[in-house]
């Protein structure tokens, strides 16, 4: 007798249909999450300045392209977020040129850092500057990209 209920248990679980997983919804949350993810990822600024520099304002309505990028603090110049010189060095240097951004920016232009990308073009330069950096440093530091053949410089700026 016990047997046979077992046996009649046993083949009530065996008739059960198995458990199935509906994708439908999973599929209308993935799609709106990659629809959101596009929408937002073209509001995202190309540049992002360093938390050191508060860049001037600006009713300009063109937006920046990624090219070879320039950031100038009032502490010191970073090319392509790596340090170069400090502020105080760039304050005491003479001549219109500076050679430290000239050679960097130079080896840039020669590939020494991978610019083999199609839609980045290396004769071109954004310069992130803080607002109180005086603009006879700026007219030095756009000499010097302009030596190291980057003939198209651009100035970075909040649009308000």
Request: net charge negative.
């Amino acid at each position: 007798m016990k047997n046979t209920r077992r046996l009649r248990r046993l083949a009530r679980v065996g008739q059960r249909p198995a458990a199935s997983l509906s994708l439908t919804s999973l599929m209308d949350i993935f799609t709106i999450l990659l629809l959101y993810l596009l929408v937002n990822q073209s509001d995202n600024p190309v540049l992002d300045p360093p938390r050191e520099i508060v860049l001037p304002n600006s009713i300009v309505e063109t937006k920046p392209r990624e090219t070879v990028v320039v950031a100038v603090s009032p502490d010191e110049v970073l090319i392509r977020g790596e340090h170069v010189m400090s502020m105080q060095a760039l304050l005491e240097s003479e001549g219109s040129i500076i050679e430290a951004i000239r050679d960097r920016m130079q080896s840039i232009g020669e590939g020494a850092l991978g610019l083999g990308d199609d839609d980045l073009d290396g004769t071109e330069v954004t310069i992130l500057a803080d607002q109180d950096v005086h603009y006879s440093t700026m007219k030095r530091i756009m000499a010097s990209c302009t030596a190291a053949g980057y003939n198209r410089i651009s100035l970075a700026v909040n649009q308000i």
